[in-house]
């Protein structure tokens, strides 16, 4: 997406505003880097510039993103009819394929043929 002519202009200006900030920018880092060598630098300084986050924080939060990478699936769903435990289909599964599926599983045929019956 995003292809549209708004977009590749909004995209362009972003790009001129970030050239024209960045000497101002590398300016503000440099004054707090050697702020920091004479050892004069505080955290409010350096709160103008960026964001400061304590390691723990940091630590703990990637131990909680570590555990939240693995998904917690409460029902079960068997992979061949798509079913869970309580007879549901997935939200993202068509009216269509679930129709498919359900005469798969019930072995119903379509209409019988015409023709005469022994």
Known sequence: ???????????????????KNAPKELARLKAAL??????????????EIATVVPAEKLM??????????????????????MLDDQGR???WMSHRQIKKLKAKRTGKKGKPKKGMAW
């Open 89 to 91: 289909y997935p939200v």
């Open 34 to 47: 050697a702020l920091g060598e004479k050892g004069e630098i505080t955290m409010k300084d350096v709160a």
């Open 60 to 81: 703990e939060a990637q131990k909680e993103d570590s555990d939240a990478g693995k998904m917690d699936i409460d029902c079960k769903r068997n992979k061949n009819t």
């Open 1 to 19: 997406m995003a292809k549209s002519l708004r977009s590749k202009w909004k995209r362009k200006m972003k790009a001129e505003k970030r050239k």
